[in-house]
T-cell receptor
Framework: QKEVEQNSGPLSVPEGAIASLNCTYS??????FFWYRQYSGKSPELIMF????GDKEDGRFTAQLNKASQYVSLLIRDSQPSDSATYLC??????????FGTGTSLTVIP | DTEVTQTPKHLVMGMTNKKSLKCEQH?????MYWYKQKAKKPPELMFV???????INESVPSRFSPECPNSSLLNLHLHALQPEDSALYLC??????????????FGDGTRLSIL
């Protein structure tokens, strides 16, 4: 079992729709959770981070964390073609462990 | 543009060459990281520096040699690389100690091609 799992996609949504990206993790002691966006050939860009159970909103982005179920998700409202990218989930586990998921490729169709 | 600056953006080198990648941040971050990323794969950790001291080396071959001259600079010296070392090399930094609850901020990366 991988430490962090994401559906590799590709996930396709029409412009204006809500894109839902999911991530599960195996280390129950994980404390911090990060979402990065990576355009093809570019470096990862931090979108959001969340530490506590519940929702955290920033503009069109909402991160949701459920530690009991060991999943974290990212919702993108009013999806735009410019949101088309790979989204990496990253988890800070116990000790000095830090894991990236393999990423979900999102395509927003105009 | 990011607050972590990497140079050069692109590098092509032969297997016998010696070159260096540079990374600079002025955010006062005390943890700095080198990652290697192949196409369609997540970043793979290579080295971690904490307060200018090497704290993690993920069994990286000795043809990669990191250096942290001061708290703002991180270098990666390259020598006798192999074609399979061609990848995007990413530098990142974070506040305080490595892998704290603070996020890592990435530079734009150096695209390295080994001929």
């Amino acid at each position: 079992q991988k430490e962090v799992e994401q559906n590799s996609g590709p996930l396709s949504v029409p412009e204006g729709a809500i894109a839902s990206l999911n991530c599960t993790y195996s280390d129950r002691g994980s404390q911090s959770f990060f979402w990065y966006r990576q355009y093809s050939g570019k470096s990862p860009e931090l979108i959001m981070f969340i530490y506590s159970n519940g929702d955290k909103e920033d503009g069109r982005f909402t991160a949701q964390l459920n530690k009991a179920s060991q999943y974290v998700s990212l919702l993108i409202r009013d999806s735009q073609p410019s949101d088309s990218a790979t989204y990496l989930c990253a988890v800070k586990g116990t000790g000095n462990q830090f894991y990236f998921g393999t990423g979900t490729s999102l395509t927003v169709i105009p | 543009d990011t607050e972590v600056t990497q140079t050069p953006k692109h590098l092509v080198m032969g297997m016998t060459n010696k070159k260096s990648l540079k990374c600079e941040q002025h955010m006062g971050h005390r943890a700095m990281y080198w990652y290697k990323q192949k196409a369609k794969k997540p970043p793979e950790l290579m080295f971690v520096y904490s307060y200018e001291k090497l704290s993690i080396n993920e069994s990286v071959p000795s043809r990669f040699s990191p250096e942290c001259p001061n708290s703002s600079l991180l270098n990666l010296h390259l020598h006798a690389l192999q074609p399979e070392d061609s990848a995007l090399y990413l530098c990142a930094s974070s506040q305080e100690r490595p892998f704290s609850n603070q996020p890592q901020h990435f530079g734009d990366g150096t695209r390295l091609s080994i001929l």
